[in-house]
Each structure stands twice: as C-alpha cells, then as structure tokens.
C-alpha cells in the first residue's frame, strides 16, 4: 500500500532543474531532504520487471541503432523512445490483466537506464573502429573476440562515471540536457497518462508504416523474385531513368538522384535544420561538383558510390577530425575544470570547495562528513566498484590486446589511462552541451599512438576504440543519473540498472554485427555505407602507412577538408550572434561520406519538422520526437529482419559454424 501511495503522489511537483546552492555539503543535503526523501527509499525503483522489460526494449533498439549507424554513421539516444514504449507496454498489460500493478516513476527510469545502456553505450564501437578494421584488413573478427572486446570496453565507461558524478551532477550540477528531457518525458507520461499514452500510440503507428514502407522497398522479393518490379525502389528507379536518359547512370552513380528512404526523413526532423542544411549544400558541392570534375580529368577511374568515396572520404575525414580537435582544444576551460577536480573525486571527497565557504566547511566538517556518510553514500555508487570496474577492464582489455593485436601491456595501460582523462574531459562536454566529442576523444589516441606505435594500423584502431567506447559509456551513464537525480532516484540502483543492461545489449549487438556485416564486401556498399568507418580507416591508414604514401590529390583534399573544418569551428566563436545559421563542421564533413540523396532527406525532414513546429508548436512538442522515433525504430528494425531473411543460412554457419 505504501509503494502504491508513492507511485502516485507528487508526479505533478516540478523538477529541480535549476538546482541547489550552497557549500557542496549544503547542495546534498538539500537534494537529499527535498528530493530524495519519500520516493527512492519508499518507492519501488530496481525490480526485476524494470529490468527486463528494459533489456528487452534495449535489445530491440540496439538492432535499430546499428542498423542507421551502419547507414549514417551515428545512432540516437533510445531513453526517450524506452520511456515512452515501457510505458505503453506496461500499461497494455495492465488492461489485459496481465500485470497487476501500474509501474512507478522510478522503475521507468530504471528501466530507460537498462535500456540505454543495451541500445545506444555498447554499439558505437563495432560500426566505427570494427567495421574499420573489417575495411583495412579484409577479413571479419571472431565473434568470442568482439563480445569481450565489448563488453569490458563498456564496463570500463561506466564504472568511470562513478567518480565524476557526485562532482558534475551533485554539486556543479551540470545541466545534461538530455536527461532533463528523459526526466520530464517520464514526469509527463505519470503525472497525465492521456498524453503519454498519445504519444505512444504515434510512435507504434509510426513505426509501423515505416516497417511496411521498408518491406514494400526492399522484401518484395523475399516473397517472390517477380515482384521486385514492384517495389517501391524499382518504381522509383524507372520513372528517374526515364526521366534523366541515357545521363542515369552517371548521377545515380554518384548519388545524385532521389532515392526514398523513410529513416532518414525521421532522423532529419531529430537532428534540426542547422545540421541537415550543412549536409544537403555540402552533398551538393561534393557529388554534383567536385565529384564530376575529377572523373571529367581523370582522376577517379571507377564508377559507384564505393569507388568514388575512396577518394572524398579524404576530405570528409580531415573536415571532421580537425573541427573535432579544435573543438577539443577550444574547450580548453572545460578541460582544465575536469582535470583540477580530479584529485577531489578520486580521493573520495564531493568537490572543491569555493575559498568563501572554507570557513564553513572547516567548522563543521567532523559533524557534516558523518552524517554525510550515513546518509548520501549509502545510496553512491562506492569508489570501490570504479576501482574493481577499472582493474578488471584493464587487465580484460590489455591481455586481448596482446593476444589478438600484438599490442604491447604498455600500450594497453596508456590507453586505459588517456580514456578515463579523456573520458573526464567528453562528459563535462555532455553536461554543458548535451554533445559527446567521441569522435574527437578518438583521434587524440590515435594521433597520440601514431606518435607512439607509429606503423601499427590495428594497435592505432583499438586504443583508439577503448577511449572512444569508453567516452560514450561514461557520458551516457551520466545522463541517465541526471535524470534520476532530478526525480529523486536512488543513484546506486540506478548504476545496477545501467550494469546490467550491458550484458544484454553486448550479446545483441555483436551477434547482430556478425550477422549483418559478415565480410568486408558489404561495407562502403549502397547496403551500409558505414561512413564512421571510413573515417575511422582513412586516419588510421595515413597515420600507419605516412600520407607520403597517398595520391597528391588526396593529400590536397585532406588540407582543403582540414582548412573548411578549422574555418567552420572558428566560425561560431568570431560570430556567437550568428551561431545558428553557419554550417555545421562535422556535418559538412560527414556528407562527403554518404550518399547525397541522404542529406536530400534529412534536409526534408529537417524542414517539414521546421514548418510544424512553426505553424502548430503545441503539437509538434508533443509528436514530432515520438513520431520521429517511431519511424527510426520501425524501419530500422525491418530492415535488419530482412537482411537477416535473405541471408539466413550463412549468417547461422557463421555465427555457429565458425
């Protein structure tokens, strides 16, 4: 009766966005007493039914973010779209009498934890650093080897966010915006069912049509091989070839054409004009017309999407891994407030403490760090599970290193090392700006082990997908306790919860990688572009083998991609009044990588959101990111179904047979 009286009281109450002040201690107490108090001790928060419900929704939308990684080159945080499909689920069981009780606020975000940890902190690294090493060296990793690869990446992440969350979240109380968001999502679907159980029924019928438009695409000819005329691709294909004539085959070799694909319109309303903008004029400069020149003067021999981007991922990866690192090297502020935190954190106190409370601090600190202890680190992660966590991955890492890449212990231990600074560094980032450098994080260990282990391609890849795995692990273990600080969650629970949705989502998601990419053929294709890894390979590639080594024209592209990304990421800081309209940097590299007809669609998205946002704001903020999401998830997860269909028999022979 008391849990049930806890479920429903105070839903309505506002978040504490705007925080707490006071000395560090002072700031603890008060989220302790006024948030924590009555709901994550008395309400039901870590249970068995939170758990698996969010391992079975994390698993499923791990399948939907690598497969839009494999096509773009990036996947999208699942919290939201769990929030809202748990809710759903759980509340249809409970219409059809199969659940008894309604689950908590709490058991939600438990749930969302369990479930971005399984659909967004474990997939990052197989469609970048493995998939480039599939490119590079030709030949798939065995699938023992990648599930250990990474699932000890992913425990070293989160583990490494239990020190930095009492500094970032407690007490500076960095903003994480996308935890604000899964919090207030949740706050809205408890506190007004009507509205939640809207928005979930948009983003199931969403989805759903985007699950037939895909089949109706690509799976006729799974039932028949008469009926691909029928499709929608080859419909589509015929009216454009007569409309374009014997000219076709050039542009459709270049991209240059219409090609509908539900996903991408859906991601393009996400990811905001800025963004899709930058990559639809970009596309057009790079397929339309730098593309064309360079066949025309015989530069680029080959025909196709596969041999042309050979030679433009140069300049996309430069673009892309300049803006990145000035980035990094433009938060220079950021990174030194991680740094001189540093000691704080792992010497087991909260935070620093600002010069005017020092007075304070002292007097009372025998008396404050008693009570502290009975009471706020009863319910912190330990420093111990970081320590347990950091030595086992270290010791799982450096002797797969060793073992599988010829990676000396050294190296595996300066890895380890530059990903929990880095790592530091990435999730301040987030906190600010709700943005995951993982991309830069990666190339400073690559640059720094081109340096040290100059030569070694595959050494370069993996140190560098131990700091970038990492990186995205901490980060969105992060957000997810951001959102449970603001409804007063228990923060070790709610770590437990994040833990084991890692076992779950490993298993799928590399299961599902072999299966989908069971040789290098597949990758660079129309199928999965897999742009992260071009980029990925064409670093490692000019650190590994020297750019001596590249064509001059490609040593041109990269100074010209190098050059534009230094001059967009200057561009905001020389034009801050003006920030929302110049291009974006990394997305004016990405399109030099993908398709056109890619950033043609998240331009249309993009602008149909912009123009229902405009004209009904009220609904759009209810729909848009639902109905978005619904369409990511349905598509995605037909179009997995369907390479899984045609492709069964080799996939088992793989997967079983060795």
Avoid at 105 to 118: G, K, P
Avoid at 515 to 520: D, H, K, Q, Y
């Amino acid at each position: 009766m008391g849990l049930a009286v806890a479920a429903t009281a105070g839903q309505d109450r506002p978040l504490p966005v705007a925080g707490f002040k006071g000395t560090p201690e002072e700031i603890e107490r008060q989220w302790y007493e006024q948030v924590f108090r009555g709901r994550g001790d008395s309400m039901a928060q870590l249970t068995w039914r939170a758990v698996l419900v969010g391992a079975c929704l994390g698993s499923v939308l791990s399948l939907t973010n690598l497969y839009i990684g494999l096509k773009a080159g990036w996947g999208f945080g699942v919290a939201i779209t769990a929030c809202i499909l748990s809710y759903a689920i759980w509340t249809g069981l409970l219409k059809a009498g199969l659940a008894r009780t309604p689950m908590t606020i709490l058991e939600n975000n438990c749930m969302q934890s369990t479930a971005s940890s399984a659909g967004y902190s474990t997939g990052g690294t197989l469609i970048s650093a493995f998939a480039a090493y599939i490119i590079i060296n030709q030949q798939s990793m065995s699938v023992p080897l990648m599930l250990a690869w990474v699932f000890f990446i992913a425990v070293l992440g989160v583990t490494m966010a239990i020190p930095m969350k009492r500094q970032m979240i407690n007490i500076e109380q960095l903003r994480f915006p996308s935890g604000i968001a899964a919090a207030e999502t949740l706050r809205a679907l408890h506190a007004r069912s009507s509205q939640g159980l809207r928005a979930a029924k948009a983003l199931g019928l969403a989805g759903l049509i985007a699950a037939i438009d895909k089949f109706w695409a690509e799976g006729l000819s799974t039932i028949s091989a008469s009926l691909e005329r029928l499709s929608s691709g080859a419909l589509l294909t015929g009216l454009q070839k007569w409309l374009l004539g014997s000219h076709y085959d050039a542009w459709a070799g270049r991209t240059v054409i219409f090609s509908w694909d539900f996903i991408f319109l859906a991601a393009g309303a996400i990811t905001g004009m800025r963004v899709c903008a930058t990559m639809f004029v970009s596309g057009a400069l790079c397929w339309a017309v730098v593309v064309p020149l360079l066949q025309a003067n015989g530069v680029i021999e080959g025909a196709g999407f596969a041999a042309i981007v050979q030679w433009t991922l140069w300049f996309g990866a430069s673009c892309m891994v300049a803006a990145g690192l000035l980035s990094f090297a433009l938060s220079w502020r950021t990174a030194l407030s991680a740094f001189r935190d540093l000691g704080q954190m792992l010497s087991f106190r909260s935070a620093h403490v600002p010069e005017k409370w020092a007075p304070v601090f002292r007097k009372g600190h025998a008396q404050m760090q008693e009570s502290r202890a009975s009471e706020v680190h009863r319910i912190e992660a330990p420093m111990s599970w970081f320590a347990l966590g950091q030595i086992v991955s270290l010791v799982a890492l450096a002797w797969l290193g060793h073992a599988s890449f010829g990676m000396p212990v050294w190296e595996s231990v300066i890895a380890v090392v530059l990903s929990f600074l880095l790592a530091l560094v990435a999730c301040r980032v987030t906190g600010e700006t709700d943005t995951t450098p993982v991309g830069a994080m990666g190339k400073v260990t690559q640059l720094t082990f081109g340096a040290l282990s100059p030569g070694n391609v595959n050494v370069n890849l993996m140190s560098a997908n131990i700091t970038a795995g990492a990186a995205t692990s901490a980060a969105d273990l992060l957000t997810d306790l951001k959102s449970g600080y603001l409804l007063g969650a228990n923060p070790r629970q709610q770590f437990l919860a994040q833990f084991s949705g890692i076992f779950v989502g490993t298993v799928v998601t590399v299961l599902a990688f072999a299966a989908l990419v069971p040789n290098a053929q597949v990758l660079g294709t129309d199928q999965f572009p897999a742009p992260a890894a071009q980029t990925w390979s064409a670093v490692a590639i000019a650190l590994g083998r020297g750019l001596s080594s590249l064509e001059p024209v490609k040593l041109w592209l990269i100074v010209a991609g190098g050059v534009v990304g230094v001059v967009l990421t200057l561009a905001p800081v020389l034009l801050p009044k003006h920030q929302a309209y110049l291009p974006s940097a990394a997305a004016f590299g990405l399109s030099w990588v993908f398709h056109w007809y890619y950033g043609l669609l998240f331009f249309l998205g993009a602008l149909v959101a912009l123009l229902f946002e405009r004209r009904k704001p009220k609904l759009a903020e209810e729909f848009t990111f639902p109905v978005a999401s619904g369409v990511v998830a349905g598509g995605s997860l037909m179009g997995v179904a369907l390479v899984l269909w045609a492709n069964g028999g080799s996939i088992l022979g793989k997967l079983f047979g060795g």
